[in-house]
């Protein structure tokens, strides 16, 4: 047993490469005495935006605010239903819950993606229901276009969770351009990860971007002038500069080493028990994640064998939210429909090491370990 080696985030080697960086951003804000809605917060925003296609950016402190912010902002209203996934992290449906709405789920395709066709079908069958947050999941873009279109076919309001997608594009065209407003987390794992906690609303409107601004510091439209009930959900100043002046100027490599890593993966992985996510033609993924799937009754063994050759492996995720305790009485019986594609995909699913910092010799260990699994029926 030789233990863990590759890892699916590195946070030393990080570390060690963005250390002067990091401290250097940590002695301008100390050294400015200004830590909250200060100078670092706008020019991140201003430097982020673009990022997702966007003119306009509001750092909040976490993706699941961001999320509720965003909703908010766009006026979903108390008791209104919330299209979504159940295959996500399960802060998509924490958040459309604490901003007021009543998540509604349909089932994904075989990307493990929310189903447009199946979503196309729910909003025409279904006039009051009119707000939409899709996930463009482990980092693979919806079709940004046809989101567009069922905003505009609809009249939806559209907010995309954009947690794992900064820098994929469809087609050339940025995850997260397509809605009204879309959302972003900094949590350290995240591609554009912080030291912590952070998190971010992006839009083209300046109304939804000054009232997801006040919405995130107490309610405030002016100071100590309290016009809607808001939550404190600031991104510091010591994150916006961090993310700013350490790890914004590295996304573009940090994207490009993910993409060739999975190029490497989807080449090389060969293995009849062993399917791999080839992305659409018109897909750039930014490769949060890198999943591959195994029949559910063999995803233990297909695990423990690459834990015995060092690599660390995760699953995203293993119980679709519709099937969470928390949410036992929380959803009324049509939210979760039939979810069998979903079901089937979380119960097979496994995430290989892929992060910017895999030397290429890990690459190729992880393709052969993979490979090697021994085929234990046929
Ligand atoms: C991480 C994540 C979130 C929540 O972000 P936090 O910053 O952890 O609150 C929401 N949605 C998706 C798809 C995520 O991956």
Request: charged share 25%.
């Amino acid at each position: 047993m030789i233990g863990t080696a590759i890892l699916l985030n590195d946070f030393k080697r990080q570390w060690a490469d963005t250390r002067a960086d990091v401290l250097a951003a940590v002695e301008s804000v100390g050294a400015s005495g200004w830590y909250i809605l200060g100078r670092r917060v706008e020019s991140f925003e201003r430097a982020l935006a673009p990022r997702f296609g966007r003119r306009l950016a509001v750092g909040c402190a976490s993706g699941l605010d961001a999320i509720e912010v965003g909703l908010r902002a766009l006026g979903l209203q108390p008791g209104q239903r919330v299209l979504t996934t159940p295959l996500s992290a399960f802060a998509t449906t924490l958040a459309i819950l604490r901003a007021g709405g009543v998540p509604v789920f349909a089932d994904v395709d075989r990307r493990g993606l929310v189903d447009l066709d199946l979503c196309e079908r729910r909003f025409a069958a279904d006039p009051a229901l009119r707000f939409f947050v899709p996930v463009h999941l482990f980092g693979y873009p919806l079709d940004g276009g046809r989101l567009a279109a069922l905003r505009a076919r609809f009249g939806l309001t559209l907010l995309e969770d954009c947690a794992q997608s900064v820098m994929a594009r469809w087609r050339d065209v940025p995850a997260g351009s397509a809605g009204q407003a879309s959302a972003t987390s900094f949590y350290p794992t995240k591609n554009l990860g912080a030291l912590g906690d952070g998190g971010a609303i992006v839009t083209d409107d300046d109304e939804v971007r000054s009232r997801c601004a006040f919405l995130r510091d107490y309610g405030q439209s002016a100071r100590y002038v309290h016009d809607h009930l808001g939550l404190n959900s600031r991104l510091d100043e010591l994150h916006a500069a961090i993310l700013e002046s350490a790890f914004l100027p590295r996304l573009e490599a940090w994207t490009e080493r993910r993409r060739a890593v999975a190029r490497r993966y989807l080449a090389g992985i060969r293995h009849p028990r062993v399917r791999t996510l080839e992305p659409a033609a018109e897909a750039q993924p930014s490769w949060h994640l890198f999943p591959v799937f195994v029949p559910g009754a063999e995803r233990d063994s297909f695990r423990r064998h690459l834990e015995g050759r060092g690599v660390q492996t995760a699953i995203h995720y293993p119980r679709l939210i519709t099937e969470q305790r928390a949410l036992a009485g929380v959803l009324t019986p049509e939210a979760a429909g039939p979810l069998e594609v979903a079901r089937e995909l979380a119960g097979g699913e496994v995430s290989l090491p892929i992060h910017p910092y895999l030397h290429d010799e890990e690459v190729e260990a992880v393709v052969e370990a993979v490979n090697g699994w021994p085929a234990t029926r046929d």
